[in-house]
Every structure is written in structure tokens, then in C-alpha cells.
């Protein structure tokens, strides 16, 4: 069965930055795109950002281009998003998510439990 | 940016009745050489993941009641909840991944009345 756990999260000051982590098991980790997906307090659900199965594309929203960059180590089975210059609009809940195929024309069928992210001074 | 709009953004229905939510997108995600609508539809319960509901527009993922199904092509799309039941109580989200940003609607709140 496949499963996606995510770590790190918590509350930082604005400006400054996180790590989030995914840690996939249970499937080909490697034939898989992996999307990140946030929902704000009271808000509904904002893509954020996909790598390709190989690691060769990666595409962000607007709002975190420039300052968000998602990573992936195939042989750890791991996606990162390192989220810099944090703003007060950051605070959400983040998730990970497995694209069905590899390179984000399918839909998200797995997904992590989700982190908390918390930017208040 | 593909925008992805739903209606209504929340909705009651009775416990056994029909609840149907729309879904339109700012331009067609119709892939003309595959015939396939890149349209999802997903179910979103407070404290959990979003959960997949329809893809390709009207295919349902496994272990999912026949009661959800996904309707319409190009720009405007259906999710029909039939005989509503009470675990049924969630968020709708629609998505198009015709394109990044893989965007999502607004959201649809469904209640019980």
C-alpha cells in the first residue's frame, strides 16, 4: 500500500526558512511525480509545486516562485520543500501528494497526513 | 492560469437526496489525441488528506460508492452524490491537470438540512 509520511513543519519567523519532508513507501518511488498542496486556515486547497519522476522539471505557483524549491533523492525515496523568505500568507497546512503517473498529468491518489506551518513574529 | 470555478460554494441537501455540484474551467482541458477530460475530483474531510473521488472527469477511484459519479467535457463539469449519506458531510474540490498550475476550485461545502 503506498504511503506518504511528512515531517518538519512548526512556527518560524517571517522572513526566515523551512523544511518540509515526504517519505514515500510502498510503490516504485522513482516512476512518480510528487505534488505539494497547502490549505490556509479557512481557505480552500492551493497547488504549490510538482517534480517530475526523475527530478528534471519541477513548476511552481506564483506565489512561491522564487522563494519555495522542491528536491527529491529517488534513492531515499524522499521530497523536500524548502520554503525561503516565509510570509505571514505561508501559514497552512501542507501536503504531499503522489501524481499517478510521472510527470504530473494525472491525478493525486496518495497523500501525506499533512504539517503545519505556523509564520507569525 | 487555468481558473477553475465551482457552484455553488455551499450546498444542504437531506440525508437520501441529490446533491450536485459544477464545476467550470477558464479554458478546455479536453487533450483532443486522448479524448480525456484532465479533470479530478476530490472530497475533503476536516483533520484529514483530501481524498480522490473522479478522474478523467467521470472515471471513479476504486472503493468508491456508486453513489459519486463525474459528468461533462471541456469546460463545464458535474459531481452527482446520490442518496446522500451523512459521512458524506465534506469540501469538493474539482482540479484540472491539463496544465501547471494544477489548479483547484474555490471548494463546495456540503451539508446535511
Known amino acids: 500500500q503506498a504511503q506518504l509520511v511528512q515531517s518538519g513543519g512548526g512556527v518560524v519567523q517571517p522572513g526566515r526558512s523551512l523544511r518540509l519532508s515526504c517519505e514515500a513507501s510502498g510503490f516504485i518511488f522513482s516512476s512518480h511525480a510528487i505534488h505539494w498542496v497547502r490549505q490556509a486556515p479557512g481557505k480552500g486547497l492551493e497547488w504549490v509545486g510538482i517534480v517530475w519522476y526523475d527530478g528534471t522539471s519541477k513548476f511552481y505557483a506564483d506565489s512561491v516562485k522564487g522563494r519555495f524549491t522542491i528536491s527529491r533523492d529517488n534513492s531515499r525515496y524522499t521530497v523536500d520543500l524548502q520554503m525561503n523568505s516565509l510570509r505571514v500568507e505561508d501559514t497552512a497546512v501542507y501536503y504531499c501528494a503522489r501524481d499517478r503517473g510521472g510527470d504530473g498529468y494525472n491525478p493525486a491518489d496518495y497523500w501525506g497526513q499533512g504539517t503545519l506551518v505556523i509564520v507569525s513574529s | 492560469d487555468i481558473v477553475m470555478t465551482q457552484s455553488p460554494d455551499s450546498l444542504a441537501v437531506s440525508l437520501g437526496e441529490r446533491a450536485t455540484i459544477t464545476c467550470k474551467s477558464s479554458?478546455?482541458?479536453?487533450?483532443?489525441?486522448?479524448?480525456?477530460?484532465?479533470l479530478a475530483w476530490y472530497q475533503h474531510k476536516p483533520g484529514q488528506p483530501p481524498k480522490l473521488l473522479i478522474y478523467?472527469?467521470?472515471t471513479r477511484e476504486s472503493g468508491v460508492p456508486d453513489r459519486f459519479s463525474g459528468s461533462g467535457s471541456g469546460t463545464d463539469f458535474t459531481l452527482t452524490i446520490n442518496n446522500l449519506q451523512a459521512e458524506d458531510v465534506a469540501v469538493y474540490y474539482c482540479q484540472q491537470y491539463y496544465r501547471a498550475p494544477n489548479t483547484f476550485g474555490q471548494g463546495t461545502k456540503l451539508e446535511i438540512k
Open positions: 479554458q478546455s482541458v479536453l487533450y483532443h489525441s486522448n479524448n480525456e477530460n484532465y
Open positions: 478523467w472527469a467521470s
